[in-house]
């Protein structure tokens, strides 16, 4: 499998999203927002998941937009206020109130521990890169060539350090957040050890 195989949409919508994610992201950030979406299409190939490309696209772009601090609430937890964003945005899609309402539930299930794919495909296939990309979970889940490929064009650029600092202030500032349970259960360990950042993965 490589990228070529993949589903990635082009699509208005997902256009306008990326513009909007490489506007307020890092660098870093919009990387891990890419790779989100390809580790997801990568792994619903390779188990025959079927899901909307232009709903998971766009939810990956948006799914940590609520750690930036254009976007981060003093009162909601990021991937809330991330929905609340993906929201928004698909009003200016253009996309009907059911569509909003699905990209807003698949940004909030990706700091859930699991999401099955019959409930939510998209969420499901989002828990599952996220969780790869980020603290290295399952990564022989996806073929190694991918991975390399994908790395490869969209790097690491210092994620790990990056992500940690804004779950510890996320957690400092919202204690009873997805993210400071993260912290308390040791995600800077995983974080730490992904074997992404490993040479030559």
Sequence with gaps: MTM???VIPDTRACRA????????????????????????????S??????????????????????VKEFDSHTVPFEEAGGHVAWVFGAGAGWPVE?????????????????????????HL????TSLDI?????????????????ARYPRLGLGEEFLACFRNQAE???DSSAAASVRQGIAARISANPLDAPGV
Excluded at 126 to 129: I, Y
């Design 4 to 6: 070529d195989d993949l």
């Design 17 to 44: 999203a990326l513009e909007v994610a490489s506007a307020y992201c890092s660098p870093a950030l919009l990387n891990h927002s890419v790779r989100a979406y390809l580790w997801a299409a990568g792994y619903a």
């Design 46 to 67: 390779a188990h025959d998941i079927a899901f909307d490309p232009e709903l998971l696209y766009v939810s990956a772009m948006f799914h940590d937009i609520g750690l």
């Design 99 to 123: 569509r909003r309402v699905r990209a807003s539930e698949v940004i909030v299930r990706h700091m859930w521990d699991a999401v099955e794919v019959a409930l939510d495909p998209e969420a």
């Design 126 to 129: 989002l828990v599952f890169s």
């Design 135 to 151: 603290s290295g979970q399952r990564p022989d889940a996806l073929p190694a060539g991918l991975r390399t490929e994908v790395l």
């Design 173 to 175: 500032r919202k204690p």
